[in-house]
């Protein structure tokens, strides 16, 4: 005589499916990405997250998404809700992975690839100092270098110098160049150019470089960063 054992097992739809990528695309500040689980088998579903995300990962999972216990069959979907949190001078594409566990037997695991790329990044980071050693009467330059990492769509960026009113800008001390809006082509990089042409050999000068994202749909200023400039006057001996 044999004896038969059956149990109702649960059966896991993914949209989407994995293993596969889950591109967030270009991403200026924040992005959300979603995983819809239904449930598609007699047995109640749970699924877990298996392992976790890399240290200083840019990727979250929102509160509540996980753990899924008890899913049942013709109850609806269950989502996790991922969030990308692009740093402020963060250089790009950033690649994380996520894995799941769950009771379906047939997918006791899968896997999904996360990835991210900042819309846009400069070098030096935003918020960075630009010191500049310039000798008496001589310009000296210093850069920011703007790139675009969006490789399908230009990037527009609005850029100007503001000067301190101990170095207004009619002083002819600093001079600034592209200034204005520029289009940067998709992948490529802009270098915009602060040049200082002390007056004295003993001063310091100090200005303000602003560059400001502009959104190609609405012309709209999106984000706003700064770079303080430092000019320090060298002597010619």
């Given at each position: 005589s044999f004896t038969l054992s059956c149990t109702a097992a649960p059966s896991m739809t993914?949209?989407?499916?994995?293993?596969?990528?889950?591109?967030?695309?270009?991403?200026s500040s924040t992005s959300t990405k979603t995983i819809s689980i239904s449930n598609n088998g007699a047995g109640s579903l749970s699924v877990s997250q298996s392992g976790s995300l890399s240290m200083g990962s840019?990727?979250?999972?929102?509160?509540?998404?996980?753990?899924?216990?008890?899913?049942n069959q013709g109850s609806g979907s269950s989502i996790i809700t991922l969030t990308c949190t692009v740093p402020l001078a963060a250089q790009g594409p950033?690649?994380?992975?996520?894995?799941?566990?769950?009771n379906d037997p047939a997918q006791s695991s899968v896997s999904f690839t996360l990835s991210c790329t900042p819309y846009f990044s400069s070098n030096p980071a935003?918020?960075?100092?630009?010191?500049?050693q310039a000798p008496a009467h001589i310009p000296s330059n210093g850069a920011v270098t703007v790139t675009n990492f969006d490789n399908?769509?230009?990037?527009?960026?609005?850029?100007?110098?503001?000067?301190?009113?101990?170095?207004?800008?009619?002083?002819?001390?600093?001079?600034?160049?592209?200034?204005?809006?520029?289009?940067?082509?998709?992948?490529?990089?802009?270098?915009?150019?602060?040049?200082?042409?002390?007056s004295s050999e003993t001063a310091q000068y100090q200005a303000t470089l602003v560059v400001m994202t502009v959104s190609p749909s609405s012309m709209m200023m999106t984000?706003?960063?700064?770079?303080?400039?430092?000019c320090n006057a060298q002597s010619l001996v």
């Open positions: 993914l949209t989407p499916s994995a293993p596969s990528t889950i591109s967030f695309g270009s991403v840019w990727f979250s999972i929102s509160s509540g998404s996980l753990p899924i216990s008890s899913l950033y690649i994380d992975t996520l894995v799941l566990s769950s935003p918020g960075s100092l630009v010191s500049i399908s769509t230009t990037l527009s960026i609005e850029a100007f110098l503001s000067a301190t009113t101990t170095t207004p800008l009619s002083s002819g001390v600093f001079a600034f160049s592209p200034s204005g809006q520029s289009n940067i082509a998709a992948g490529g990089s802009l270098n915009l150019t602060v040049s200082c042409t002390p984000m706003n960063f700064s770079y303080s400039i430092v």
